[in-house]
């Protein structure tokens, strides 16, 4: 019986995730012709409904040159900043980081990248050695300063270019 729970607790796991994935799934994109627009005996689409498309479309490259979306450049590896305290390793905490720019930096960030983690890593450091580490550091009045100063550093090679620093995941291992 005890060697049979362990597989009767995964398949009942694997099914419970398999289900969770088929409800929480997003809705298909398929369209009835109807929705589509389109003349359901023919397959082609109205006169007026064409009329509305292109009006549509107008509209639509009017506001493209205001919305171009910024591009998220994730930094290639996590860092890994050990928490000191009375001399002593009292635990590791591992950050990933994102990068949000404008437009077409992917290349200027990846050229960049070594001296980015470099600088990033040292006020990563400096935030440990003043206690951001400890106790509740998830906070947002704790992390707040930490990307600030990440994103003033970042700046200091990317420029204005560079718009926010996004803390993708954070965790703390004491040891």
Do not use: C
Request: glycine share 8%.
């Amino acid at each position: 019986m005890s060697k049979l729970l362990p597989i009767l607790l995964l398949v009942i796991g694997l099914g419970g995730g398999i289900g969770a994935g088929i409800m929480l799934a997003p809705p298909s994109e398929e369209m009835d012709p109807a929705e589509a627009g389109e003349d359901s005996e023919t397959g082609e689409e109205t006169a007026s409904q064409k009329e509305d498309s292109e009006d549509h479309e107008e509209a639509a490259d009017a506001d493209v040159d205001e919305t171009i979306p910024n591009d998220f450049i994730k930094i290639s590896s996590q860092f890994v900043i050990p928490v000191v305290e009375r001399d002593q390793l009292a635990s590791l905490v591992v950050v990933s980081l994102s990068l949000e720019t404008k437009p077409g930096m992917a290349s200027k960030v990846h050229s960049f990248e070594p001296k980015l983690r470099d600088v990033m890593l040292r006020v990563l450091f400096d935030h440990a050695n003043m206690g951001g580490f400890r106790g509740a550091f998830t906070r947002s009045e704790v992390l707040d300063p930490l990307r600030t100063s990440l994103r003033e550093e970042g700046r200091r090679f990317l420029g204005s270019d560079l718009i926010d620093v996004l803390i993708l995941e954070i965790t703390r291992q004491d040891v």
